[in-house]
């Protein structure tokens, strides 16, 4: 059931007049910029594989120029599109709290599209490239537009030629980048709120961030179509697309701060 209006208010009231704002986002945020999220089932081509399987440096290993076909052909998609109305009310945010910070799991880089001036890239970025044997340090970036490069055989590392180029993402048996998750715990001990929105709340350790907001006290608002593992114990649950939850949230906050001014010259 999508919520009414005194839901959102009722949220509006309790996050207005906060100062440091966290929003932790997963693919859900993306969805309707057209770009699927991470457990809808493959389509086309890829209908037979299991995302969860593709994702591991063992798999890239193994296989790589089905990994890059895959990652190339979700590199063009995140290139032809564009941020939602979630984006840019996340955007928005910075315009209403003096601090906004976006912990996310996206690789696809719509936030700093949108205006989020903050953003902690949790997984990496499809949108970036490295050499898979780290030649000359961790990262070692490969900028593909140098290369001749096609859709369907990773191409080998310019710099030491031995190993393959692969996408600057975080897959499953990695470690997250240690600033990046040490930025994201600090912040989730200590923001006034923590909104998660569009994330199915499986993939640790980003999984664990609102747990630590929650056992910090903190505000946990979800934003979510379904259920999670997070809805049992946010505070409020906004159960819709984010895409139409987020600017109705930023309208309620921005009706209540002009209420606000009325009163004061009154
Ligand atoms: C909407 C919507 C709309 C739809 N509006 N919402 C502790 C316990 C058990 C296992 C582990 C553990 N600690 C570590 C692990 C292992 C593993 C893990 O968590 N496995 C789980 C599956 C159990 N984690 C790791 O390996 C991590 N590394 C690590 O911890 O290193 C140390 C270590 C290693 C091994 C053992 C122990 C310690 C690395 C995780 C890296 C994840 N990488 C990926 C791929 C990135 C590149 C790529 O995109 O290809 O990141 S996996 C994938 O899942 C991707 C996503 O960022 C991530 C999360 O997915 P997300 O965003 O939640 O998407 P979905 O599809 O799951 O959900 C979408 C949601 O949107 C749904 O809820 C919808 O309802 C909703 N929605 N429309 C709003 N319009």
């Not at 009414?4 to 929003?23: H, S, T, Y």
């Not at 955007?91 to 936030?111: F, I, M, R």
């Not at 980048?177 to 001990?189: D, F, I, K, N, T």
């Not at 819709?240 to 921005?254: F, T, V």
Request: aromatic share 8%; glycine share 6%.
């Amino acid at each position: 059931m999508v919520p009414d209006n005194d839901i959102i208010r009722a949220v509006a009231e309790a996050i207005e007049g906060f100062r440091l704002v966290v929003v932790a986002s997963g693919a859900g945020t993306s969805k309707e910029s057209g770009v699927p999220t991470f457990r809808d089932a493959l389509e086309g081509l890829w209908a037979d594989f299991d995302p969860e399987e593709l994702a591991t440096p063992q798999a890239f290993q193994r296989n790589p120029d089905l990994v890059w076909s895959w990652y190339m052909e979700r590199y063009r998609k995140v290139q032809s599109v564009k941020p939602n109305p979630g984006h840019y009310a996340i955007a928005s945010l910075e315009e209403l709290y003096p601090q906004v910070t976006v912990l996310t799991q996206n690789v696809d880089g719509l936030h700093a599209v949108a205006g989020s001036t903050d953003v902690v890239e949790l997984h990496g970025s499809i949108r970036r490239f490295k050499c898979f044997a780290a030649c000359r340090g961790e990262p070692t970036r490969v900028d593909i537009a140098q290369l001749e490069v096609t859709e369907e055989k990773a191409p080998l590392c310019p710099y030491c030629a031995t190993a393959k180029v692969r996408p600057d993402v975080v897959w499953f048996g990695e470690l997250l980048p240690v600033a990046a998750l040490e930025r994201a715990r600090a912040l989730s001990e200590k923001c006034d709120v923590f909104v998660v929105v569009g994330t199915s709340g499986v993939v640790e350790p980003a999984a664990s961030l609102p747990r630590i907001a929650r056992a910090h006290g903190i505000t946990v608002i979800e934003i979510n179509p379904e259920e999670t593992l997070v809805s049992r114990y946010a505070d409020f649950c906004l159960r819709g697309p984010s895409g139409e939850m987020l600017p109705r949230l930023i309208q309620a906050l921005r009706a209540l701060r002009q209420g606000d001014h009325a009163e004061r010259a009154i």
